[in-house]
Structure formats: C-alpha cells, structure tokens
C-alpha cells in the first residue's frame, strides 16, 4: 500500500509537466444493487490528468483514495482512454466522454490490502470544469456485491 500512495505522489507531483489538464477527483457516492449494510458515502479526494485530446481520443492517469463499501480505506492509481463527444461547438461546452480505465488498487477485504488489478468501463457528463463520472463495478466475489460509483471532477488547472 506505502508503494501505491508513494506512486500516486510522484506522479500528482510531476504532473505539470506532463500534459494539458488537471481535475481534482471528489469521490462520494455508490449505489449498491443488493441490499446490505455498505457504506455508500465512499467520500475521498485524488487526481484525473488528461493528456492533449488527438481525434477526439484522450490518455488519462487517474488515481485516488477514498472509503470503500466496508468504511476501509481503499486506493487505486491507472490509466485508460476515453473517447469526447462534443455537444456543441464551445470547447467548454456539454460534453461526454465514454472510456475504460485500467488500475492497480488495494483494498482490506479483498486479497488482503495487496494490490490487485482491475478495469472498468465508464461514462462522464460535463460542462466547462465540471464533470460528473459514473461506471458500473461488477462483484468481484461471492461476498461483494455489484455496484455504480460516482464521482465529481473539477478542474484546477490547464496546460
């Protein structure tokens, strides 16, 4: 786990020289599709770093810390590609953004806080320097159940 928070470090640390667009991550809610007792207020900050959009396709580094449905500290760092449909013809207009995300996370309950990958699938609504995030996370074990996870990303700086 210390080498995860250490890498998410680095990166968010060199960022600025890297790309175009820096969102601060505010994890917040989760909507579990089976009923139990979880946390679904998985508040938590991190980071989204786009690089330069070529063809309407954007790289991206992601990575954040936040409470899991069982209130544990869960962290997760990657990257992926999303592809940006414009709405209109401002460059800050309404926007969605359609991608998959491929990650290194560690979580208490599952594998014993040892990083583990995954990937996921997600969609993004936006406008300006506000997006809303959602992607749908599968059961990753008979004792987890599936899940839609949101976050908000606001913009804190433009290359």
């Given amino acids: 786990m210390r080498v995860l928070l250490g890498l998410i470090c680095i990166v968010a640390m060199n960022m600025p020289v890297m790309a175009d667009e820096l969102d601060l991550v505010l994890n917040g809610k989760a909507l579990h599709l089976r009923d139990g007792k979880y946390n679904e207020k998985n508040w ?47 460059p800050n207009g309404w926007r969605v953004d359609g991608g998959f995300i491929a990650f290194l996370m560690t979580r208490q309950d599952f594998h014993n806080n040892n990083p583990f990958f995954g990937a996921l699938p997600f969609v993004a609504v936006g406008k300006g320097w506000f997006t809303l995030n959602a992607t749908y996370i599968p059961a990753i074990s008979p004792k987890h159940t599936d899940l839609f996870f949101f976050q908000a990303m606001v913009r804190v700086a433009q290359f």
Avoid: A, C, P
Avoid at 49 to 68: A, C, M, P, R, T
């Fill in 44 to 90: 938590g900050l991190g980071f989204n770093y786009d690089f330069d959009e070529h063809h309407h396709w954007i790289n991206f580094l992601h990575g954040s810390v936040f409470k899991d449905s069982n209130n544990q500290t869960s962290n997760y760092l990657g990257g992926g590609m999303k592809r940006r449909y414009h709405l209109d013809r401002d």
